[in-house]
């Protein structure tokens, strides 16, 4: 069973960082996009960050200079570093991966359950 298990997420300090790491599991044939979103509480889920299979970027506005999003392809992996942390990036953080499963033709995108960011002030 294909699945991404999300891991890193704590209690931090303003000012201070995380590292998210989100990994896929499963017969895997190809992982194509991959990312991260923030869900802050009693709001919609937003996106943070993606990355190609080839390591092309995009950032939100509110992240940019701050976060940093990484691959390796190898382990199926998807990281978040985020630096700088405020109050407002507290929240869940999903990850995210479009991914074609071994024996099937086309690719589904996946989510995981989340790992919880909380930032205080």
């Known amino acids: 069973q294909v699945q991404l298990v999300e891991s890193g997420g704590g209690l931090v300090q303003a000012g201070g960082s995380l590292r998210l790491s989100c990994a896929a599991s499963?017969?895997?044939?190809?992982?194509?996009?991959m990312g991260w979103y923030h869900q802050a509480p009693g709001k919609q889920r937003e996106l943070v960050a993606t990355?190609?299979?080839?390591?092309?970027?995009y950032y939100a506005d509110s992240v940019k200079g701050r976060f940093t999003i990484s691959r390796d392809n190898a382990k199926n992996t998807v990281y978040l570093q985020m630096n700088s942390l405020k109050p407002e990036d507290t929240g869940v953080y999903y990850c995210?991966?479009?991914?074609?499963?071994?024996?099937?033709?086309?690719?589904?995108?996946?989510w995981g359950r989340g790992t919880q960011v909380t930032v205080s002030s």
């Open positions: 995210n991966a479009d991914m074609r499963p071994s024996g099937e033709m086309w690719p589904r995108v996946y």
């Open positions: 499963g017969s895997i044939s190809r992982v194509n996009d």
């Open positions: 990355i190609t299979s080839g390591g092309g970027t």
